[in-house]
Nanobody
Framework: QIELAESGGGSAPVGGSLTLACVVSGIDFTEDNCLGWFREMPNGLRWGVALIHTSSRKTTYDRSVEGRFTIAQDIGKRTVYLQMDSLKVEDTEVYYC??????????????????WGHGTQVTVSS
């Protein structure tokens, strides 16, 4: 059984930083899986803003966060991180960790992801 547990949300000023963590159980990081961080976009859809393929460590970013956010995994700690720098007010959202197993390609669409964490709130204020 796969379980995901997020932590690290909170408040930060514009231009500040936050680090989110997602502890993962039930997934083999050496196999073909995708782990991602999702948030609700202005069009109302929950969308993957940062994705990592566990065996290849290939990362993918939405252009709204590219250059500011970094996703990384620590296999020993069974954790995937989202380092969020140069935060903007529009980054204010609930962030969810999600997993898509047995896949060679990480899609940013939520419909591919079978398991979700409960989410953690990020608030950026000016």
């Amino acid at each position: 059984q796969i379980e995901l547990a997020e932590s690290g949300g909170g408040s930060a000023p514009v231009g500040g930083s936050l680090t989110l963590a997602c502890v993962v159980s039930g997934i083999d990081f050496t196999e073909d899986n995708c782990l991602g961080w999702f948030r609700e976009m202005p069009n109302g859809l929950r969308w993957g803003v940062a994705l990592i393929h566990t065996s290849s460590r290939k990362t993918t970013y939405d252009r709204s966060v590219e250059g500011r956010f970094t996703i990384a995994q620590d296999i020993g700690k069974r954790t995937v991180y989202l380092q969020m720098d140069s935060l903007k007010v529009e980054d204010t959202e609930v962030y969810y960790c999600a997993s898509d197993t047995r896949t060679s390609w990480c899609s940013p669409s939520r419909y591919y992801y079978e398991t979700w964490g409960h989410g953690t709130q990020v608030t950026v204020s000016s």
